[in-house]
C-alpha cells in the first residue's frame, strides 16, 4: 500500500475511506509472500489490493486478502502549503 502514499515522486496526502482485511488460512511456513497491486489510480479516489501468502515447501497457501479505498485530498483542503 506503500504506493499509493506517493504520486510523482512526492507524498500525496490520502486518507483511508476504507479498509477491509480478510483472514483465510493461519499464516504458517517458512516466509511470507506479499503481492500488492493498484487498481485504480484516480483524481479522487485510489483503490489497491494485496494477497499476502505463506510458503512452505515450495507451495504458497493465500492466508490473507485486503482491499482498501483511499480519498485523495489536495494539500490546500488539509490546510498544508
Known amino acids: ?3 499509493l502514499n506517493t504520486r510523482g515522486g512526492r507524498p500525496s496526502n490520502d486518507r483511508v475511506g476504507d479498509y477491509t482485511v480478510k483472514l483465510s488460512e493461519p499464516a504458517i511456513g ?5 503481492q500488492g497491486r493498484i ?3 484516480g483524481r479522487t479516489l485510489s483503490v489497491a489490493a494485496a494477497d499476502v501468502f ?3 515447501g515450495g507451495s504458497e ?3 490473507a486478502a485486503t482491499l482498501v479505498t483511499v480519498r485523495n ?6 490546510g498544508g502549503p
Open 1 to 3: 500500500m506503500i504506493c
Open 30 to 34: 517458512e516466509r511470507l509472500v506479499i
Open 39 to 41: 487498481l485504480r489510480c
Open 54 to 56: 505463506a510458503t512452505k
Open 61 to 63: 497457501v493465500l492466508c
Open 73 to 78: 485530498l489536495a494539500p490546500a483542503l488539509l
